[in-house]
């Protein structure tokens, strides 16, 4: 089973970029899905991105054309690439990865989009 650790929050102003890095251990990473979650304060946890093994990637509205998922399987990493921030991003972001559903969990980081 992998275990992830997301790294690349912080603060940002509106209309800045963000990427967000996620490493996972373990030997089986490329036929994991993954994932990127976030859930902002007083919300539900909301998928924002998610790429498959195949490489096949799915965002939410509201980030479809500012968001992009990639994955590196020889580094057993995944990334979150985020363009043209507003205060609605502002969220802990979490990695997930799964086999049919998400069921690992990486600790969150912080983005914080303010001026």
């Known amino acids: 089973q992998v275990q992830l650790v997301e790294s690349g929050g912080g603060l940002v102003q509106p209309g800045g970029s963000l990427r967000l890095s996620c490493y996972a251990s373990?030997?089986?990473?490329?036929?994991?899905?993954m994932g990127w979650y976030r859930q902002a304060p007083g919300k539900q946890r909301e998928l924002v991105a998610s790429?498959?093994?195949?490489?096949?990637?799915n965002y939410a509205y509201s980030v479809k054309g500012r968001f992009t998922i990639s994955r590196d399987n020889a580094k057993n990493m995944v990334y979150l690439q985020m363009n043209s921030l507003n205060s609605e991003d502002t969220a802990v972001y979490y990695c997930?990865?799964?086999?049919?559903?998400?069921?690992?969990w990486g600790q969150g980081t912080q983005v914080t989009v303010s001026s």
């Open positions: 997930a990865a799964g086999l049919g559903s998400f069921g690992i």
């Open positions: 373990g030997s089986t990473f490329s036929i994991y899905a």
């Open positions: 790429i498959l093994s195949s490489g096949s990637t």
